[in-house]
């Protein structure tokens, strides 16, 4: 249920939401969780008179509350936004967030909940002028949580359309996790006071160096016929390290584990598709996925040109797909 202003300089909106423990629509589309119910709202301030320095800017604040049906608080937290567009047509934007802890049932796998802690999180993107030929964003996300551990995600795209009817873009990131506590596996000891017999949550302080390139066409042929291409290379590294066993209340204790969960994992994955609308509301597809996968398990240390090798050494999984629709006027 939503309830909002929407025209004038002035905006707001508050709505509540709530899905019961039973709500499972996977086979039909992604769904995030069941079992939830919560309320946010947004204030936010947007002028279009252009002035010295902005053709156009806009501020927001937003809160968000969400619990689930087992009593957990799995969301508090307040967002600033803004952003505008300065004179010279680029667009800037920067947001801040604090999220004041949460219940997190997620992140232990079903051996309990975990006390997450509280954080702060920062962003910031630019963009050029998206009316010329080629547009260039970069963006920063950093998020710092109450034990000091840290996460930070940038990325840096660049798009080309050397006519208006074809465009090309390449995107870099670069991820990384410092220190953050996460769930590393799952064990049984005798020596566990509180459940020598069942297997209970191990988790680690986690490092992760996560690469990822990515290219994306799109070309339109006619009005009727396009073709988009996919193409994207992923590298990720992590180790674990400072052990701790999850104990009832959420929080972490200090544990001996000796498993090793460091991981070192590439993929890389293409999708051609061609679409052809051969009558109007009808039309023809033609799909081609292409993903190469490889694990480490343990291989941390394994550098870039040693898993690009591993990638393109294993057997590729292919897929071919024909769909054809046909639009009935009733």
């Given amino acids: 249920m939503n309830f909002a202003k929407v025209s004038g300089e002035w905006t707001w909106s508050a709505n509540v939401d709530f899905t019961s423990r ?15 119910y919560g309320t946010n709202g947004n204030v936010a301030y947007r002028n279009f008179t252009p002035g010295e320095y902005f053709r156009s800017y806009r501020f927001s ?8 049906y087992d009593g957990l608080t799995i969301a508090r ?29 997620y992140e232990p796998r079903g051996y309990g909940v975990y ?30 949580n109450r034990e000091g551990a840290t996460v930070n995600n940038a990325a840096v795209s660049a798009a ?17 996790e410092r220190g953050l506590n996460s769930f590393a596996a799952a064990t049984t000891d005798s020596l566990i006071p509180f459940s020598p ?6 988790f680690g302080k986690r490092d992760v160096d996560r690469t990822d390139l990515t290219l994306r066409s799109s070309i339109l042929f006619s009005s009727e016929l396009s073709l988009q291409i996919y193409n994207q290379f992923f590298w990720a590294k992590g ?33 051609i598709v061609l679409r052809w609308e051969y009558r109007e509301g009808s039309t023809f597809y033609i799909v081609w996925s292409h993903g190469r ?20 050494g294993v057997a590729p999984d292919n897929t071919y797909v024909v769909k054809i629709s046909y639009w009935l006027g009733l």
């Fill in 239 to 271: 180790r674990y390290r400072e052990y701790s066993v999850l104990l009832p209340s959420g929080d972490l204790s200090p544990y001996g584990y000796t498993g090793n969960v460091d991981f070192n994992r590439t993929s890389f994955t293409s999708n």
């Fill in 115 to 144: 006390n997450f802690p509280s954080s702060f999180f920062v962003r910031g993107e630019i963009e050029s002028d998206n009316r010329k030929p080629v547009v260039v964003n970069v963006e920063e996300n950093f998020r710092r």
């Fill in 293 to 312: 996968r490889f694990l480490q398990q343990g291989g941390y240390g394994t550098d870039l040109g040693a898993n690009i090798d591993n990638t393109f």
């Fill in 160 to 176: 080309i359309r050397p006519t208006p009817a074809t465009e090309y873009r390449i995107t870099l990131g670069y991820a990384t």
């Fill in 61 to 68: 604040l937003s809160p968000h509350l969400r619990w689930n």
């Fill in 197 to 202: 017999a069942s297997p209970v949550a191990v």
């Fill in 22 to 36: 039973r709500y499972f629509i996977n086979d039909i589309g992604f769904f995030n969780s069941p079992n939830d």
């Fill in 77 to 105: 937290e307040l967002r600033f936004d803004a952003g505008g567009q300065l004179m010279n047509y680029w667009w800037v934007e920067s947001a801040v967030q604090y999220s004041n802890g949460e219940n997190n049932p």
